[in-house]
């Protein structure tokens, strides 16, 4: 057997778990579920999502579960369904955060989201960071490739703006 020698847990138990759930926890227990998992050794922990509460009413307050933790602790995921991904991704960073979630040329979204369009394009971020002057070691020519190989494959258009302004 070829085992990995490190396998990097993410849990997302007080996200994606308790959004399924009948019961809506308060803050205080779910800052105090994020705190054990935390204590227990647990490095990476999806806190909460912005959903709005008309669909996911679990993940509403999540804004008060996330202030409690520093910047640099947090993770952004964002969908760009009204192009407004790239604004919302700038005002993280401005307040340190410094891990982003993204998909080539733009794929996924949300399934229960009439219209969705999909998660921020990862050459779209690319560009932006390089505008910023930030760090993120992708080379944005080979990405745009590999975002207009894997939609040619799919018989779909790339979502990115960049791959299709470049």
Not at 20 to 49: F, H, M, P, W
Not at 103 to 110: E, K, M, Q, V, Y
Request: charged share 20%; hydrophobic share 45%; aromatic share 4%.
């Amino acid at each position: 057997m070829n085992y990995p020698k490190s396998v990097k847990i993410v849990e997302v138990g007080p996200r994606d778990g308790l959004q399924n759930e009948k019961t809506s926890l308060d803050t205080d227990s779910r800052v105090e579920l994020i705190t054990q998992l935390a204590n227990a050794g647990l490095c990476y922990i999806e806190a909460g999502s912005f959903v709005s509460p008309k669909w996911v009413p679990q993940m509403a307050g999540s804004e008060k579960v996330f202030a409690r933790l520093p910047a640099d602790k947090l993770a952004v995921h964002m969908h760009d369904t009204y192009g407004q991904a790239l604004a919302n991704i700038l005002v993280a960073l401005q307040q340190g955060i410094a891990v982003v979630d993204s998909s080539i040329a733009g794929l996924g979204g949300c399934p229960y989201a009439q219209g969705a369009s999909g998660n921020v394009a990862t050459e779209d971020l690319i560009y932006l960071l390089n505008g910023l002057g930030i760090e993120h070691g992708v080379n944005l020519e080979k990405i745009i490739a590999a975002g207009n190989m894997i939609c040619a494959k799919l018989n779909r258009a790339n979502r990115s703006k960049v791959a299709r302004a470049i």
